[in-house]
């Protein structure tokens, strides 16, 4: 890929990701709320759904631009026929890659939010402090590898974007789908980043956060949070890769015409 395809997809996936984080961020709170150990209402109810904002907004365009220039580098480096049988697998390598190196920026910002938003009384930076003094920057990966197990599913859905209504439309059916199917290992993820310092779950292993849930809540607990997260990724799926494919082509278009 050339140096504006890389500067547009830093621009159109940096645009879109935060559009989508922002307009969709009460469903979210309301799905961690749901997951949440302590159970919806104690951990906060319908009240300060907004509770983190302040982490998504700043994660949000580096997390979406890092997986979007890394998503477009791959498919460049792997490099097939557009009617090669292995154009699936490629685009399928090049998201898992991308979620990979963008959640290295997306736990931080969701250990921090998630743990604001059954905390909604307590702000934002003060967690993030908190996190530092009490577990240093490993702290602040907690969950790190249930996160990128779930996210290199979930993007095995993404295929070949034909255009920006075909892709939002794929987008929303596509993330809806694999948002059920990767409920319990969301579950798992929240579990890990709202444990106490020291406890068994905060050790980050998936298996036994997930026999946990199962333990004590059965199979209702494996998919808490499932229709807010649903609805969520449905949505914003349709936003997001509509956005971003319209944007990115607006800008490569743009680039083009400048001299």
Not at 58 to 79: C, D, M
Not at 123 to 148: A, D, W
Request: aromatic share 12%; charged share 15%; proline share 4%.
């Amino acid at each position: 890929m050339d140096r504006p395809g890389f500067m547009a997809a830093l621009v159109a996936g940096g645009v879109a990701g935060v559009s989508v984080d922002l307009i969709l961020f009460p469903l979210d709170t309301i799905k961690t709320r749901l997951q949440s150990p302590q159970g919806f209402h104690k951990a906060g109810g319908f009240h300060g759904i907004y509770a983190g904002v302040p982490s998504a907004a700043i994660g949000s365009f580096p997390n979406a631009a890092a997986f979007f220039i890394t998503y477009e580098y791959v498919k460049w480096f792997l490099h097939t026929d557009s009617s090669s049988y292995l154009t699936p697998m490629k685009h399928m390598l090049a998201a898992s890659a991308g979620e990979m190196v963008a959640c290295l920026i997306r736990v931080p910002s969701e250990v921090v939010k998630q743990r604001a938003q059954v905390s909604a009384s307590t702000r934002t930076f003060q967690i993030f402090s908190n996190i530092l003094y009490e577990e240093g920057v490993q702290g602040l990966y907690r969950g790190y590898k249930s996160t990128v197990l779930r996210e290199a599913l979930w993007s095995w859905r993404q295929d070949h974007v034909v255009d920006s209504w075909q892709s939002a439309v794929c987008g929303a059916f596509a993330g809806g789908f694999a948002a059920a199917v990767t409920t319990p290992l969301d579950v798992a993820k929240t579990r890990i980043m709202l444990a106490k310092a020291g406890s068994g779950t905060a050790n980050g292993n998936v298996l036994s956060a997930l026999h946990g849930v199962w333990r004590s809540q059965g199979l209702a607990g494996l998919f808490a949070g499932v229709f807010p997260r649903m609805a969520a990724i449905s949505l914003g799926g349709f936003i997001f890769l509509g956005a971003y494919d319209r944007t990115h082509s607006l800008l490569l278009e743009v680039g083009r015409k400048s001299p």
